[in-house]
């Protein structure tokens, strides 16, 4: 994906919220939501920039302009931020504002550029995108879903986390083989969260979740923004 204009990114939604997951939970941080996704995960939270993107074009001067004096973290999700070439000028202009900069990336992308926190969430066979749809998406997400090479790169050079979105106790058979292959990385680097778009959902997956954890040393992360706002845009 190209922008028209090399200072432009098409952009789903700006708005100041909270971390709600992984290591920076809680922190209030204005979030900037580029549309556009390479993948078509059957659960995505965000079917307005995968399913039927959709935005404004915005130039990197007005974004860095939007935010708010008093949010000195910015979250640049999506998604797929990774697909926009000029991803590298926005996140150094927002360093160079004095901004926390983390990435939220599926991690099937490398681009070199200046970030605080690569936040990865590897997709896994959960996120297929099911029967109903024709077969040719499905094989083309497989086909894409994971980079076991591009996973290694990010790894290298940025400070990450690996965020997994998890359905069945299955799963984690998916989640420990894939790492084995990542073995530079710190358990305590691994979050695991439940899949789920209300409060009982992502508690009752919760429950067992957090023994898995135990027994592995991963870490467990809560939906923050489920439990304050519901499965609601713009929080
Ligand atoms: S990678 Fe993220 S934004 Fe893209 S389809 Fe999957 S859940 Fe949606």
Redesign the pocket.
């Given at each position: 994906m190209l922008a028209d204009r090399d200072d432009r990114l098409r952009i789903a939604e700006v708005f100041h919220s909270i971390q709600g997951e992984g290591g920076l939970v809680g922190m209030p941080s204005f979030f900037i939501r580029t549309t556009g996704?390479n993948?078509?995960?059957e659960w995505?939270?965000?079917p307005y920039?995968?399913w039927q993107p959709e935005g404004e074009w915005w130039t990197i001067e007005d974004l860095v302009a939007a935010v708010p004096v008093s949010a000195r973290h910015v979250v640049i999700t999506?998604?797929?931020p990774l697909l926009w070439p000029n991803l590298p000028q926005l996140t150094a202009a927002l360093r160079a504002a004095g901004r926390h900069v983390t990435i939220e990336t599926?991690g099937t992308i490398y681009q070199a550029l200046e970030c605080d926190l690569m936040s990865v969430s590897p997709?896994l066979a959960n996120?297929d995108p099911g029967p109903h749809r024709p077969p040719a998406v499905r094989v083309d997400h497989a086909a894409r879903r994971l980079d076991i090479t591009v996973l290694a790169r990010l790894l290298d050079r940025y400070a990450c986390q690996l965020k997994f979105v998890v359905a069945e106790p299955d799963d984690l058979r998916e989640i420990d083989a894939l790492l084995a292959r990542l073995p530079s990385l710190a358990p305590e680097a691994v979050l695991l969260m439940s899949l789920g778009s209300s409060v009982a959902e992502v508690m009752a997956r919760g429950r067992w979740l957090t023994e898995l954890c135990k027994e592995r040393g991963y870490r467990y992360t809560p939906r923050l923004h489920i439990d304050l706002y519901g499965d609601t845009r713009g929080t």
């Open positions: 996704c993948l078509r995960c995505c939270d965000t920039t995968s999506g998604g797929e599926a997709k996120s």
